[in-house]
């Protein structure tokens, strides 16, 4: 960086001591930087429920960070094992040597997740998850000698991360459209909403099971054998909240074991109690072949992914020389120590405090409180399970985005946090909030809804 821009900005930023003196270097993901730069939104410490923000305020979390602190901030319990794995060992290496504590998380993670998912492979991240999910399905069809089962098939508004496979098979326009053509034999099912026949639904839609039929005239027209994976959200979380209608993901489960398709859940959202479930296959009761995790694994606290597998999956690798490599994949961190504490640790809290349980028996109040709601202007639909919400506003004709935007603002002003995806506003909180806390966030939020433009 050149001298001028760095010194140049003792600056425009409120004078607080807890922001740095420039701002520039740093090229912030999916944020309009510019405009942080001139009106930061620094977050410097956190604890429970609540940040607080560098000119000093206390802001109510409505969104689990990006939807991951599903514990709650500061959980004396995860900081700790993390600053004592810090001081016992930082690093193992993933290839060829293991450490202890990555295991036991693995054998943890299994037996949370539904019967027959048994093996887990490490990932830092939900996007790293997806693409190991997509490769492990292609590779599991080759060596099983089915290597003309290459396709995907995603599906129209998914979040599947931003590498090239979770691209190609998600569905956001703006995330792949910069990006060229992507990978090679993907389709997309439509997506789910239609807010004419579902709009305001409590909880899952009644209309648009049928829509999953959609996969057998894909399957048809690609022919079953040449398709790897299906991928799918059990709730498309990033896009804006949308529900699976009833009957819809038994129905996808269904035409994907007729013709020998594996069924990938991406559950970097859903999972560890974001539905009041371990996963949203339990929630839904649908059980995928291959699962994708994140965020909640380990409340965020230190960066994690992976994907759950069958054991016939892994079973399928599993031949060949002992001593030769089964699958030619893996990152560096895989299983980083330090993640596999705080992961340990955090499932640790969740079950000590009941966390999951707790959030199923608060649904019923949160949805509630998202419904009361209605009628306040510019909203066009309200959607809910678990602890999310999805509140739908009216784009203002010609600036899409502006008006969701304006409201997470003003929100972040009033002392909470809300996200926004163009001119929809989600709420995923942690799961430890109280129901006064969800007054609070609810009342604040009505309010600015009422002086959005
Ligand atoms: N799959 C799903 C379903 C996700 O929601 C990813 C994969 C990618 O995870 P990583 O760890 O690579 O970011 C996600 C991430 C939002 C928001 O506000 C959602 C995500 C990330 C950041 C913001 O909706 N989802």
Known sequence: MSSSSSSASTNSMPAAPSLPNDLEAHWMPFTANRHFKKNPRMLVAAKGMHYTSHDGRQILDGTAGLWCVNAGHGHPKIVEAIRSQIGELEYAGAFQTGHPKSFQLAGMVANMAPEGLDYVFYTNSGSEAVDTALKIALAYHRVRGDASRTRFIGRERGYHGVGFGGISVGGIVNN???YGPLLNGVDHLQATHNLGQNAYTRGQPAWGGHLADELERLVAFHDPSTIAAVIVEPVAGSTGVLLPPKGYLDRLREICTNHGILLIFDEVITGFGRLGSSFGAEHFDVTPDLMTIAKGLTSGYVPMGGVIAKSEIYDAFMSGPENAIELFHGYTYSGHPLAAAAGIATLQVY?????????????????DAVHALKGLPHIIDLRNIGLIAGIEL??????????????FLRCYERGILVRSTGDIVALSPPLIIEKKQIDELFAILAEEIKKTE
């Open 351 to 367: 079950e000590e405090e009941g966390l999951f349980q707790r959030a199923a028996e608060l649904s019923a109040y949160w949805e």
């Open 394 to 407: 009216e784009p203002i004709v010609g600036k899409p985005g502006a008006r969701g935007f304006d409201l």
């Open 176 to 178: 792949r459209k910069f």
